[in-house]
């Protein structure tokens, strides 16, 4: 016998209640809405009364911007999956959210506010901004009606020319990690679920949906798998994407070795897998761990429904892993108080929300050359010239399902072959232009830049000449290392007929810059969001000291990087959400975990700026390093400003030599304050993770004892202090 909702719940909870001999004293008829129990023990007593039908409908969701005719209530947005209100399961609204809450082609503007880019955030090395960026994105979630965010990217950047490394944290698992981490840990602080993307190895944008990537077990544990290990160990998200991509021939969504040994039993996940969209081939992936197929319109049959139920019923598919499959999206909407607080849309406050996306920004840019003092400017610094970058607009923006645009964007048509999403290139209505003339007491002089010839002469007359240089990246596509459109050429141009030229670039990752010796500073604002315009002249002003740090290397050129050609670039056409299959292709990372900087240090090459590099307007000197090992590894030294102004110091702590090999690593980093003059002494404490090597053999962490090599300094290559510790052995489970 069974009771159906709401009618019969508490004809089900008596029946119920009596065999498990405990629910008397629990709210009437509905146990599971004890907020005293644990989400465990919630999503249990609830699915006791939820039939195969119920189950199986938490299971696969629907992709709004697909749907023929949009149910009422329903936001054209990235998911919906409807709620069953008779126990109290509110319909899921999905949302894309990396930088912000984005638009999915919800008209031309949406009121939301946008976060610097990934890689900005991460140049940071501040999950404290992370956290608050995060929170920031999860309030305008909830009040834009959004309550499962598809948010928390943490794709290691393994090739500086993936499309989508701009969404991403950078390329040290240690760095993306913690700052994926805590954006999580921000986006959930309001009641919301996030997601943890694109699991795993989706490295390149290029044939994404056919690729597969190969790569050994420790290679990966050690690298891409290492940063979601930290991050969805510390962030603890509601739900985590399983990407498009193959890993060693198997999709990422079908495979068992991502889905269950590694994420539900080796780091004991609880949450649920929820797939890309357009990423289930087959009902093998329930098996496999798969726990909900996501916008159901984009595969090529909708699997997680009615052949889910034929498959239990013909005993292919047991009724307990369906179950177990509803208890992990229930366990997560209990436990971030999804059902408990129900959305209440409103009070959205994209002013002081966009004001927290200028402080992410203007501790994000970094400094990358200052010659002969060029900056900061002075507030009188004569006549300046302006050029390119569409600076009199705004500032650029990335592509894809992660797009944010806020009112006042402004929308230039993208290049050729570009996947149509979208619909164009968008700047974010800040325009740097304008923050420059607020300042300056002199003259300023704009040039767009499509005349190179035009542009050196305003720049000839200039005091001082600032180039603004653009990368677009997008969703679906790669990119190169070369600024397109001439703007190499342009910055040549103007710094032959100015020798005070500035470039200040707003890309997506790393690009060759062929010019540098020709100009006097250079400035790396990434994407920097909602007051990007306002931020990037706080930086040349001097009213912020430029903080960031590099969270990518950038190399000279592609002839440096494991895979000069990036496979498949030629061949492969963009790919759009809806995946077709494509030629399969193999990518071997035959890198194995030795990703950006560690690649560079195994090989011995100097790349154009390290990892972790980034000037400051003032100095900073390091002294006095002690280094304690034993059964853990710490470091402590004294961090002192030398310099006349106050300033953000990032000290970090690299590994340089194992017992056995070279072997470098970031084993922890700091942000550090300080006033004109003053020292602090510093403590950083290595992640023992970061110290250890993955033993495939044994199925564990593993670190030998013997004398370990370190340094702590400015960047990936600046060994400012050296040391060494004798650690004992250690082992450590998954
Ligand atoms: C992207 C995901 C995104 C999803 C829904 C896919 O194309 O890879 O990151 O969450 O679309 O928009």
Not at 680 to 695: C, E, G, N, S, T
Request: proline share 7%.
């Amino acid at each position: 016998m069974t009771c159906k909702h709401p009618a019969g719940a508490a004809c089900a909870a008596i029946i119920l209640g009596l065999a498990a001999g405990a629910w008397a004293a629990k709210p009437a008829g509905e146990p599971w809405r004890d907020p005293n129990l644990s989400p465990d023990q919630r999503a249990d007593l609830l699915l006791r009364h939820m039939s195969l039908d119920e189950q199986i409908a938490l299971l696969h969701g629907h992709f709004p911007v697909l749907m023929k005719t949009l149910p009422a209530g329903v936001i054209r947005s990235a998911g919906w999956i409807p709620g069953q209100p008779g126990f109290g399961i509110p319909a899921i609204q999905e949302s894309d959210a990396s930088l912000g809450v984005a638009n999915a082609g919800r008209g031309d503007t949406d009121d939301a506010a946008p976060l610097p880019s990934g890689l900005a955030l991460a140049a940071t090395f501040d999950p404290k901004l992370a956290f608050a960026g995060g929170a920031m994105i999860g309030r305008e979630a909830r009040q834009k009606g959004f309550n499962v965010m598809l948010a928390g990217g943490a794709n290691l950047a393994r090739d500086p020319r993936n499309g989508r490394n701009f969404e991403y944290l950078g390329e040290d698992p240690l760095l993306g990690g913690l700052m994926d981490a805590a954006a999580i840990r921000g986006l959930q602080s309001n009641h919301i679920v996030t997601t943890a993307k694109h699991y795993a190895l989706n490295d390149q944008e290029t044939a994404r949906g056919s690729l597969s990537a190969d790569i050994g077990e420790a290679a990966m544990r050690e690298s891409d798998l290492l940063e979601f290990e930290i991050a969805i160990k510390q962030g603890r998200p509601g739900s985590v994407m399983c990407s498009y991509n193959r890993l060693n021939g198997t999709y990422a969504c079908e495979n068992p070795l991502l889905l269950t040994d590694v994420l539900k039993r080796d780091w004991g996940y609880k949450g649920w897998v929820m797939s890309d969209w357009g990423a289930v081939h087959s009902l093998d992936s329930v098996a496999a761990g798969l726990d909900q197929e996501s916008g159901q319109e984009a595969d090529r049959q909708v699997f997680f429904d009615a052949p889910l139920k034929a498959a239990v019923k013909d005993g292919k598919v047991p009724a307990a892993r369906v179950r177990d499959m509803a208890h992990r999206v229930l366990r997560s909407l209990f436990a971030e108080g999804v059902i408990d607080h129900p959305l209440a849309p409103g009070g959205l406050d994209t002013r002081a929300d966009s004001a927290a996306a200028g402080r992410v920004a203007e501790q994000a840019i970094v400094l990358l050359k200052n010659s002969s003092g060029v900056l900061p400017l002075a507030a009188g610094a004569g006549r300046i010239a302006v050029i390119g970058g569409h600076a009199d607009v705004g500032v650029i923006s990335g592509g894809g399902s992660s797009q944010v645009i806020p009112v006042g964007s402004v929308k230039f048509p993208s290049p050729k072959g570009a996947p149509s999403w979208g619909g164009g290139v968008i700047y974010h209505p800040s325009s740097p232009l304008k923050a420059i003339q607020a300042r300056a007491k002199g003259q300023v002089a704009y040039a767009d830049g499509s005349d190179p010839a035009a542009a050196a002469t305003l720049a000839k007359d200039a005091d001082v000449a600032i180039v603004f240089a653009t990368q677009w990246a997008t969703e679906a596509m790669d990119i190169r290392l070369q600024l397109d459109d001439q703007q190499d050429a342009l910055i040549e141009a103007v710094a032959a007929a100015n020798p005070h030229t500035i470039v200040v670039l707003e890309t997506g990752g790393p690009v060759a810059m062929p010019w540098l010796d020709k100009v006097q500073g250079v400035l790396e604002a990434w994407y920097p969001g909602a007051e990007g315009g306002e931020a990037i002249a706080r930086a040349l002003y001097g009213e912020v000291d430029p903080s960031g740090r590099l969270p990518v290397t950038f190399p000279t050129g592609e002839d440096q990087l494991p895979r000069p050609e990036l496979p498949g670039y030629k061949a492969a056409a963009p790919e759009g959400p809806t995946m077709t299959q494509g030629a399969p292709l193999q990518v071997h990372y035959d890198e194995g975990s030795d990703v950006g900087y560690r690649w560079f240090a195994a090989k011995g090459i100097k790349p154009l700026f390290p990892f972790g590099y980034g000037l400051s307007y003032t100095d900073f000197r390091y002294g006095g390093l002690k280094a304690a090992g034993g059964t853990g590894l710490s470091v402590s030294f004294t961090l002192t400003n030398t310099g006349a102004r106050a300033g953000i110091e990032t000290p970090q702590l690299y590994l340089a030599k194992g017992p056995h090999r070279s072997q470098q690593r970031l084993l922890a980093f700091a942000r550090v304050a300080l006033k004109p003059g003053e020292s602090r002494q510093v403590i950083l404490a290595a992640d023992p993770l970061l110290l250890a090597d993955w033993d495939a053999a044994h199925h564990r962490w593993k670190r030998d004892a013997g004398r370990y090599e370190l340094f702590v300094g400015r960047s990936a290559e600046d060994p400012a202090l050296q040391g060494r510790a004798t650690l004992t052995a250690a082992t450590m489970a998954p």
